[in-house]
């Protein structure tokens, strides 16, 4: 069973419970707070979030994204793949058997015309036999880290929690990592009986905030050494990881970090 089918099934079982409910509110009334035990904020422009999660530690890349979903004949899509163009990487990122999503990272803006993407999207997605290329979205890259996971009952979550530069394909799979341990965390409470309150928030920042600022970490040391090498002119990071890819031990070691963490 793949952790994205888990995931699912938890979802499901939190919406067929009688103790979660899903609601929004107006965005400066704030009177709710005090009606439930746990809140879960994902909105970056809510007035929870520029009360209570304006501290983080962020960096700007001088980077852009190129994001689009293709849509395509039916195929096994369950494997994400990522070519390294002369711009920046190229990620093809399943959705569905038929949807693909894509995120083109590159060090600037000089690649402005929709149509040199497209192209690139068709050069590298031969295997997808593209039927339509949706609109193309562009958006800056920045990392971002939350100093404090949660205010009382207020859990900050997702994208708003933490975001990593897109080259190692990681940042879905931290919410998933972060999914799955928050809902262990509420599951146990209630298998033993016990009220949801504000420790679940205390106990998910202390098994997770750590990970996720070395992992996230990890990714921007990462896009240092291959930003390092374009401001030199020279490839030997490039030909050094392509090595260590053939490698059939590292190969492997690699797999695991990228389904489930550094420090699983």
Not at 99 to 119: D, F, G, H, P, Q
Not at 130 to 149: A, H, P, T
């Amino acid at each position: 069973m793949t952790r994205i089918t888990k995931i699912k099934m938890w979802v499901l079982w939190i919406n067929e419970n009688k103790y979660f409910r899903k609601k929004l509110y107006k965005k400066k009334d704030l009177s709710f707070l005090e009606k439930y035990d746990l809140i879960i904020n994902c909105d970056f422009s809510h007035e929870l979030t520029n009360k209570y999660f304006s501290k983080k530690i962020s960096k700007k890349y001088n980077s852009f994204a190129y994001t689009t979903i293709i849509e395509h004949k039916k195929i096994e899509n369950n494997i994400a793949t990522q070519f390294f163009t002369k711009n920046g990487p190229l990620a093809f990122l399943p959705i569905a058997s038929n949807k693909t999503s894509i995120v083109y990272s590159v060090n600037s803006l000089k690649v402005k015309k929709n149509e040199n993407i497209k192209k690139l999207i068709e050069l590298y997605g031969l295997k997808y036999k593209i039927i339509k290329i949706n609109k193309i979205e562009i958006f800056e890259l920045q990392s971002l880290n939350l100093r404090k996971y949660y205010h009382k009952n207020i859990l900050a979550f997702g994208d708003l929690l933490h975001k990593i530069h897109p080259l190692a394909g990681q940042g879905f799979n931290m919410t998933l990592r972060d999914i799955k341990i928050l809902l262990n965390i509420i599951k146990s409470k209630l298998d033993l009986g016990l009220q949801i309150d504000n420790l679940i928030n205390e106990d998910f920042e202390k098994k997770l905030k750590y990970k996720n600022l070395i992992f996230s970490s990890g990714v921007d040391l990462i896009h240092e050494f291959f930003n390092l090498e374009s401001k030199v002119n020279n490839d030997i990071l490039s030909r050094s990881i392509q090595f260590l890819g053939k490698n059939s031990s590292m190969n492997r070691i690699f797999s695991k970090i990228a389904d489930k963490g550094i420090l699983s």
